[in-house]
């Protein structure tokens, strides 16, 4: 294990590396004083007609020197010869700098709103890196992130063209930031052309182009299609162009990402599958968009009784609207808190118009009757009753279902509903001052 500063062991080492430090430095000058002292050897140079002895001792410290001055000498004349490239280098590390400065500085000003100045600095920074190629030289090092700071030079230069809406100068800039990641390798560079795609795309959104949008995000790779930024995107565009089945799969991401609150996710997913749904034109088109929503999507109250609505209205068979309602039935009359009083006026009214529109169920007379004894206060189970009895020919018991439930309805078509069964009730029986009385009832309904 690794010793605690100031522990003992560290202490213990530190004291044994100094001594083995001081007995070394003992060595080499007992070494020295045998050489130097015991040495007896002398140096003979003979230079016609001289003759010169010099010790050993003496010669080898006159080589060291040499060595030294030697030595010293080269690396003051390779200094002295490195000085223009040195200079060089400090110049174009100096252009190389103003470059970051002033891609900083327009990044500054595109954030704070000052796009003429942003666009301005990013100009700036395009000139200087084509100074700096073409005063850069083979020997010269290129600056490492220069290819980015190029495409991000042009990226800013297009978002404060487009705040200036200059779109010439923001597709010239745009187009450059593309070329750029032709046979580019570099993953920062890519990072930075995914940027200016999104961009392009958030452009052609507040152009209200949404086709142009969606080329745009489906040229990201997987990963970046993916984000929830690209996600909003295309949620967007799909609305705009009327693609509700993308955009609930879009929806449908984002919620899972948790892109959206609990609430908005739930109003959302509703919307986009209701507009799903009036995309259909015939009841097999409007069963194959039921089919695709998802268990969560199929058990909103507001979805089933769209749906159903819509199937009716398409002159669907009614039958394939009862496994729909069958569920939110059960729903409202085993969990009567989990329903509101305008939801019960509105699946009572829509299972009204599904048992209508079919051959009579007594299953289903002897399940609302039930219910309408267990909810007496319940007006539109009433209503219900009145006119799946009317259906099964109990006119007597019709008549009173109705006349009990009709002046209580607040919905105005149940209402008239009402008060129109009620006036083809008296006509049956031939009482006609009555059936006028209905008639107008329903009249005045029709007047609100």
Request: charge should be positive; aromatic fraction near 6%; include cysteine.
């Given at each position: 294990?690794?010793?605690?500063?100031?522990?003992?062991?560290?202490?213990?080492?530190?004291?044994?590396?100094?001594?083995?430090?001081?007995?070394?430095?003992?060595?080499?000058?007992?070494?020295?004083?045998?050489?130097?002292?015991?040495?007896?050897?002398?140096?003979?140079?003979?230079?016609?007609?001289?003759?010169?002895?010099?010790?050993?001792?003496?010669?080898?410290?006159?080589?060291?020197?040499?060595?030294?001055?030697?030595?010293?000498?080269?690396?003051?004349?390779?200094?002295?010869?490195?000085?223009?490239?040195?200079?060089?280098?400090?110049?174009?590390?100096?252009?190389?700098?103003?470059?970051?400065?002033?891609?900083?500085?327009?990044?500054?000003?595109?954030?704070?709103?000052?796009?003429?100045?942003?666009?301005?600095?990013?100009?700036?920074?395009?000139?200087?890196?084509?100074?700096?190629?073409?005063?850069?030289?083979?020997?010269?090092?290129?600056?490492?992130?220069?290819?980015?700071?190029?495409?991000?030079?042009?990226?800013?230069?297009?978002?404060?063209?487009?705040?200036?809406?200059?779109?010439?100068?923001?597709?010239?800039?745009?187009?450059?930031?593309?070329?750029?990641?032709?046979?580019?390798?570099?993953?920062?560079?890519?990072?930075?052309?995914?940027?200016?795609?999104?961009?392009?795309?958030?452009?052609?959104?507040?152009?209200?182009?949404?086709?142009?949008?969606?080329?745009?995000?489906?040229?990201?790779?997987?990963?970046?299609?993916?984000?929830?930024?690209?996600?909003?995107?295309?949620?967007?565009?799909?609305?705009?162009?009327?693609?509700?089945?993308?955009?609930?799969?879009?929806?449908?991401?984002?919620?899972?990402?948790?892109?959206?609150?609990?609430?908005?996710?739930?109003?959302?997913?509703?919307?986009?599958?209701?507009?799903?749904?009036?995309?259909?034109?015939?009841?097999?088109?409007?069963?194959?968009?039921?089919?695709?929503?998802?268990?969560?999507?199929?058990?909103?109250?507001?979805?089933?009784?769209?749906?159903?609505?819509?199937?009716?209205?398409?002159?669907?068979?009614?039958?394939?609207?009862?496994?729909?309602?069958?569920?939110?039935?059960?729903?409202?009359?085993?969990?009567?808190d989990s329903c509101t009083p305008d939801l019960r006026l509105r699946v009572t009214h829509m299972l009204a118009r599904a048992l209508l529109a079919q051959p009579a169920d007594a299953e289903w007379l002897a399940s609302i009757e039930r219910a309408r004894q267990t909810y007496p206060r319940w007006v539109?189970?009433?209503?219900?009753?009145?006119?799946v009895c009317w259906h099964h020919a109990l006119w007597g018991k019709a008549q009173q279902m109705l006349e009990q439930a009709a002046p209580q309805l607040s919905l105005p078509e149940m209402q008239r509903q009402a008060w129109r069964t009620l006036a083809l009730l008296a006509e049956h029986k031939e009482?006609?001052?009555?059936?006028?009385?209905?008639?107008?009832?329903?009249?005045?309904?029709?007047?609100?």
């Amino acid at each position: 294990t690794t010793p605690w500063p100031h522990s003992p062991q560290l202490q213990r080492g530190v004291e044994m590396r100094a001594a083995l430090w001081l007995i070394a430095l003992f060595a080499v000058a007992v070494a020295s004083a045998l050489l130097a002292g015991g040495n007896n050897s002398t140096v003979t140079v003979f230079w016609s007609p001289y003759r010169v002895d010099l010790s050993m001792n003496l010669v080898l410290l006159l080589l060291v020197v040499l060595f030294a001055v030697l030595h010293f000498a080269l690396r003051a004349l390779s200094a002295l010869f490195e000085l223009p490239h040195q200079a060089r280098r400090w110049r174009l590390q100096q252009k190389e700098r103003a470059m970051h400065a002033m891609l900083l500085d327009g990044l500054t000003q595109l954030m704070s709103g000052r796009y003429v100045r942003s666009a301005k600095s990013a100009t700036q920074v395009l000139r200087l890196e084509a100074l700096l190629a073409e005063t850069r030289t083979a020997d010269d090092v290129a600056p490492r992130h220069v290819q980015q700071l190029r495409v991000f030079s042009h990226l800013i230069a297009a978002e404060s063209a487009q705040a200036l809406r200059d779109r010439d100068a923001r597709e010239t800039h745009l187009q450059a930031v593309l070329d750029e990641a032709q046979g580019s390798t570099s993953e920062a560079v890519l990072e930075v052309v995914e940027a200016a795609q999104l961009s392009a795309a958030r452009w052609s959104l507040s152009d209200r182009d949404a086709p142009a949008a969606l080329r745009w995000l489906d040229g990201l790779r997987q990963g970046t299609a993916r984000r929830t930024l690209a996600l909003r995107m295309r949620l967007k565009a799909s609305r705009i162009e009327h693609k509700f089945e993308e955009a609930l799969d879009t929806a449908r991401l984002l919620s899972k990402h948790g892109a959206f609150t609990g609430a908005a996710a739930h109003s959302l997913l509703r919307e986009l599958a209701v507009a799903s749904l009036n995309n259909a034109h015939d009841s097999a088109q409007l069963q194959r968009a039921w089919d695709g929503l998802e268990r969560q999507e199929r058990e909103l109250p507001e979805v089933v009784l769209h749906a159903a609505e819509r199937m009716l209205q398409l002159s669907g068979d009614a039958s394939l609207v009862m496994p729909w309602l069958t569920p939110l039935w059960n729903r409202m009359v085993q969990q009567p808190d989990s329903c509101t009083p305008d939801l019960r006026l509105r699946v009572t009214h829509m299972l009204a118009r599904a048992l209508l529109a079919q051959p009579a169920d007594a299953e289903w007379l002897a399940s609302i009757e039930r219910a309408r004894q267990t909810y007496p206060r319940w007006v539109e189970l009433s209503y219900l009753a009145g006119m799946v009895c009317w259906h099964h020919a109990l006119w007597g018991k019709a008549q009173q279902m109705l006349e009990q439930a009709a002046p209580q309805l607040s919905l105005p078509e149940m209402q008239r509903q009402a008060w129109r069964t009620l006036a083809l009730l008296a006509e049956h029986k031939e009482e006609t001052a009555r059936a006028q009385l209905c008639w107008k009832r329903a009249a005045e309904v029709t007047l609100v």
